[in-house]
């Protein structure tokens, strides 16, 4: 959007309030902010704009700046990351409070799957498809980042990712924007709150804006080559829903989108984030991300830096220094006109008003409350919950599982006796005492009596051997073996990204080994993303993904082996055959020459050495009991609303819960559609033999598409609607359906 045309608006704003004093009430933190701006210098404006790393661990490449507590006294820093703890926070808001005006830092943090409890990393908590846990996965987030002197957490990581090898897959939802979109919304509800402004709601930040996932290749840091039409259609959403959802803050990514920075893009932040979503919180750069557009060619310098980024939209300057050490000469040398810096710092200040900032600076800051709310065993007890509901069983031929009792179990694998590994990458160190009970300790813990053998066979990267005979000796001994594999925690996350993620070192023929000795085996894999794992999922007959589960990860790996929880959660990614299929995703196009089948090859889009099928496919995920689905119906309630209805029954001996999943087949659509789209779901609890009536309702707006000129108007020309258990496992479908809101039933 042109700058006249923000001025404009905010000017608007202003005159309003003076002329009507119950606007002015309304609006008081306008007013507030106004009368607070009006007093600052602008070298105290482009402080506010300015954003350091801390004193704990660095999550980047800290810049050397000298004293940052002299530069916080001096007014020229807004916010802080990476301090944690009430007595460390404490330190940088006195020096706050020595400044001229006294304005309170914002402290920022990566709490990214919980703060002092680790809860299962994000794409482990997607895979629960529930989004009542992961809101209250993050309202315990917040509740103890709040206790420990945090207001805003630099999440939800709302970005699609279609390339397992990108390292960050582990932060993010997977890759279906509709899913994505249900769960950026939770993740919001859940960090704040009851609101800004309620004493544990903090800010949260949706991040990385845009297209991050979608760096080519999968390696991280690369660029972004896409069209408009991904970029709104698949993309976008669940920033969109991210931002409805009130979200405080939006992050802006290291990328470049076709061929311009995301940092320096006026088109994402100007035009579409405060534009078009009229967006009023403000965006943080990525760290170092505004000096980097120097590295990307965009600018020469970072004088050039400044300026095209707070053109462009990007409010503070995380660690990059470029707005503290060259804003002011471009406003000198009129390359800024300060109302632009005027506009980012209202937004950064009106964000310090909502949060009560000025009403208390120390309002996060009381060691007393960090205390009390920090690691409480109600807050486990969620954790336990979570986790158990991010266990995926991929497969369960023979029903070995769940274990039953009296059986003597091996227990093989380098993961059996993980602990802190278990907390992932992106968990913060808080609780170093915390002893964290591996799957060994889960299963003992509820098998106090049952011989546990144990050998670890090899480690998770090793090349030798040498552990292998004890391990197959072990086998031997045991009626069942469980096998712990998978990758080390610090395989992804950011700057992990992999070109293989075959299981590491030699596990696999460890695997091979012990499978040999023709016991019957339960493989249990841990990692932060779908991992290739060919062989096993052909000749294991039981294997379950259990991501990382964070604090009481070994306890609800147990629930689950041992049937205590009937697993329950869905895969929210597609998991490929190899690396060569990558990206692979389900809602694909069905371009001009799909195969009918898995081997149809003949002049068809298929691989010739590969099954075009993926290994496991979005929404897939079994239970230790079974589902029958009948009866669907659908109408149209208003115009505005399609309300499809069936019933589902579960058929088999255990009490489980299923989610069932509403697909559209896009049969006719101008322009293209996906094959399949998720529409919706819904997650129904049945004891054996129940039957339940369940419902779905998908409005218009969620069927729309953008044509050519980006309009949300195009609907499906013929669809079906789809029922199933996974993307791949339809159970019921409708009959073709032309045009699904204007015909008459
Ligand atoms: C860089 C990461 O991309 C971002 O997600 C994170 O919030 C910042 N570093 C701060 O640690």
């Excluded at 805003?152 to 960050?168: N, Q």
């Excluded at 471009?330 to 980012?344: E, G, S």
């Excluded at 278990?422 to 098998?447: C, R, T």
Aim: hydrophobic content about 40%; overall charge neutral.
């Amino acid at each position: 959007m042109p700058f006249r045309k923000i001025y404009a608006v905010v000017a608007a704003a202003a005159l309003l309030c003076v002329a009507d004093k119950a606007i002015c009430q309304v609006n008081t933190v306008d007013v507030r902010v106004n009368a607070l701006l009006a007093k600052m210098t602008l070298e105290e404006k482009i402080g506010q704009l300015n954003q350091y790393n801390g004193n704990w661990e660095a999550t980047g490449p800290v810049s050397q700046v000298g004293d940052k507590i002299a530069a916080v006294k001096a007014g020229r820093v807004g916010a802080v990351l990476n301090i944690m703890g009430t007595e460390h926070v404490k330190a940088f808001q006195d020096a706050a409070m020595q400044s001229r005006l006294k304005i309170p830092l914002l402290f920022g943090q990566d709490v990214i799957h919980g703060y002092s409890i680790t809860f299962p990393i994000p794409l482990a908590q997607a895979a629960s498809w529930d989004m009542e846990a992961i809101e209250r996965a993050e309202r315990v987030a917040a509740i103890e980042s709040a206790a420990s002197g945090i207001n805003w957490t630099f999440s939800p990581m709302v970005d699609i990712a279609r390339d397992p090898r990108w390292g960050r897959v582990m932060e993010g939802a997977g890759e279906d924007p509709f899913l994505g979109s249900k769960i950026a919304v939770a993740r919001v509800k859940g960090f704040q709150g009851k609101g800004l402004g309620s004493p544990d709601a903090i800010m949260a930040c949706a991040k990385h804006f845009v297209a991050y996932g979608a760096a080519i290749g999968g390696r991280d840091y690369n660029s972004v080559d896409m069209s408009l039409h991904s970029l709104w259609e698949t993309y976008l959403p669940p920033f969109y829903a991210a931002q409805q959802a009130g979200v405080a803050t939006f992050m802006n990514s290291f990328n470049d989108l076709n061929g311009i920075p995301a940092s320096g893009s006026s088109y994402l932040q100007r035009d579409i984030l405060k534009g078009k979503w009229n967006f009023k919180g403000f965006v943080v750069s990525d760290w170092g991300s505004i000096g980097e557009m120097v590295s990307h060619g965009y600018v020469k310098d970072n004088y050039e830096a400044a300026a095209v980024a707070i053109q462009a939209g990007s409010d503070m300057d995380m660690e990059s220094g470029s707005y503290i050490g060259h804003l002011k000469q471009l406003v000198t040398d009129k390359k800024v006109d300060v109302r632009l810096i005027d506009d980012a710092v209202r937004r950064i200040l009106r964000k310090k008003f909502e949060l009560g900032l000025f009403e208390n600076p120390y309002r996060f800051i009381d060691a007393k409350r960090e205390q009390t709310l920090l690691y409480t065993p109600e807050n486990l007890a969620v954790a336990r919950e979570v986790a158990r509901k991010s266990i995926v069983l991929l497969k369960n031929d023979q029903h070995l599982l769940p274990v039953t009792s009296g059986k003597s179990i091996g227990l093989i694998g380098p993961l059996v006796k993980a602990k802190r590994e278990l907390k992932g990458f992106w968990s913060l160190n808080v609780n170093l005492g915390e002893d964290i009970p591996s799957l060994m300790d889960g299963l003992h813990a509820q098998l106090p009596d049952a011989p546990l053998l144990y050998a670890p066979g090899c480690g998770i990267t090793d090349s030798s051997r040498a552990g292998f005979e004890e391990a197959v000796a072990v086998a031997r001994k045991s009626d069942v073996v469980i096998m712990a594999m998978g990758e080390a925690p610090d395989m992804t996350g950011e700057a992990k990204s992999r070109s293989s993620i075959h299981l590491p070192g030699i596990q696999e023929e460890l695997i091979k080994a012990i499978v040999a000795t023709g016991k019957p085996v339960v493989l249990v894999l841990m990692a932060g993303r779908p991992m290739v794992f060919d062989w096993a999922s052909e000749h294991v007959p039981t294997i379950v993904y259990a991501w990382w589960l964070g604090s009481q990860g070994g306890y609800a790996m147990a629930d689950v082996l041992l049937g205590k929880y009937n697993p329950s959660a869905k895969l929210p990614m597609t998991f490929p055959r190899s690396e060569g299929q990558i990206p692979i995703y389900y809602n694909h196009y069905s371009t001009g020459r799909p195969p009918a089948s898995d081997t149809d090859r003949f002049y068809k889009s298929a691989y010739t050495d590969l099954l075009n099928s993926p290994r496991y496919a979005f929404g897939h995920g079994l239970s230790y009991t079974s589902f029958a689905y009948s009866d669907l119906k659908w109408e149209r309630t208003g115009k505005e609303n399609i309300k499809v209805s069936f019933q589902v029954k579960n058929t088999g001996d255990y009490a489980g819960e299923e989610t069932s999943q509403l697909y559209i087949h896009n049969i006719v659509s101008r322009p293209l559609r996906p094959v399949k789209e998720l529409k919706g779901f819904k997650k129904v609890f049945l004891q054996p033999g129940e039957t339940k009536a369940v419902t779905i309702v998908f409005t218009k707006e969620e069927l729309c598409s953008y044509n050519e000129k980006l309009e949300k108007v195009v609907l499906p020309v013929a669809c079906q609607i789809m029922i199933g258990s996974a993307s791949d496992d339809i159970r019921l479908q409708t009959a073709t359906i032309n045009n699904i809101f204007s015909e008459p039933l």
